[in-house]
């Protein structure tokens, strides 16, 4: 058979095969699934960290300073995401993508995008000024979380295949790290925000201040959300 028909017969096979679902606590690897219609149910939190005008770096700095500003980012965010218990499940270019599950997820998943932005402006900003001042290195970034249930499933070919999070959790986390705020760089939604414990809502100050604040996202169907200037150091 030739490409076309492989495609077809592919196709055709995904949509009449029966699905084989189960339920899941944990983050699966990638082996645990078949490549056929087979998935794992999970109540997960998604957050997804993006690293603002990427484009803009490589194309004002030599291809070598960008990808150790890049490097760097992504190295620190991966630390702060495994120190809450996160499990880092995909990157995109100059994205990450980490999946919370378990009890209590909400708080650390929001804790941990405040730590990234501790991270940014107290760590990684002063260094590339250390080493490369004047150069306008400087960089800003975002962290969108949300939370539901989450269907994972194996996609691609043998030899060549990942996970696939299909869910409003992945899709509205994406979407939040994409907002552009001058202050405000740690996006939840609503979901998130209520099933937040205190001690990741309201500052360690006496008396406690309110770490975040609601806004309204005109953009996406003026749903309620939470955004946060706060850093939380690490």
């Given at each position: 058979?030739?490409?076309k028909e492989?495609?077809e017969?592919?196709?055709r096979?995904i949509?009449?095969?029966?699905?084989?679902e189960?339920?899941?606590?944990?983050?699966p690897?990638?082996?645990?699934?078949?490549?056929?219609?087979?998935a794992?149910?999970?109540?997960g939190t998604?957050?997804y960290a993006?690293l603002a005008?990427?484009?803009?770096?490589?194309?004002r700095?030599?291809?070598?300073?960008?990808a150790?500003i890049?490097?760097?980012?992504?190295k620190?965010?991966?630390r702060v995401?495994?120190s809450?218990?996160?499990?880092?499940?995909?990157?995109?270019?100059?994205?990450v993508?980490a999946?919370?599950?378990?009890k209590?997820k909400?708080?650390?998943?929001?804790?941990?995008?405040?730590?990234?932005?501790?991270?940014?402006e107290?760590?990684?900003?002063?260094l590339?000024?250390?080493?490369?001042?004047?150069k306008?290195?400087k960089?800003?970034?975002?962290v969108?979380v949300?939370t539901?249930?989450l269907y994972?499933?194996?996609?691609?070919?043998?030899?060549?295949n990942?996970?696939?999070?299909?869910g409003?959790a992945?899709n509205?986390a994406a979407?939040l790290?994409?907002?552009?705020?001058?202050?405000?760089?740690s996006w939840?939604?609503?979901?998130?925000?209520?099933?937040?414990?205190d001690?990741?809502?309201?500052s360690?100050d006496?008396p406690?201040r309110?770490m975040?604040e609601?806004?309204?996202?005109?953009?996406?169907k003026?749903?309620?959300i939470y955004g946060?200037?706060?850093?939380w150091s690490v």
């Open positions: 058979m030739g490409l492989d495609i017969t592919e196709t096979d949509f009449k095969t029966r699905w084989t189960r339920d899941g606590n944990v983050v690897e990638p082996e645990d699934l078949g490549l056929g219609n087979d794992v149910k999970l109540e998604v957050l993006d005008d990427s484009t803009g770096l490589v194309s700095l030599s291809a070598q300073l960008a150790e890049y490097k760097a980012y992504l620190a965010v991966c995401i495994r809450n218990g996160g499990t880092i499940t995909a990157f995109d270019g100059d994205r993508m999946v919370f599950v378990g209590i909400n708080g650390p998943a929001a804790t941990t995008a405040l730590q990234v932005n501790h991270v940014v107290k760590v990684i900003n002063p590339i000024e250390e080493h490369y001042p004047n306008g290195c960089i800003t970034q975002a969108g949300d539901s249930t994972v499933a194996r996609t691609g070919i043998r030899g060549s990942d996970l696939v999070w299909v409003m992945a509205l979407k790290c994409s907002i552009r705020d001058p202050k405000i760089k939840v939604t609503k979901a998130v925000f209520d099933g937040m414990r001690d990741a809502k309201l360690s006496n406690p309110p975040w609601k806004r309204t996202w005109t953009a996406y003026n749903l309620e946060s200037s706060w850093t």
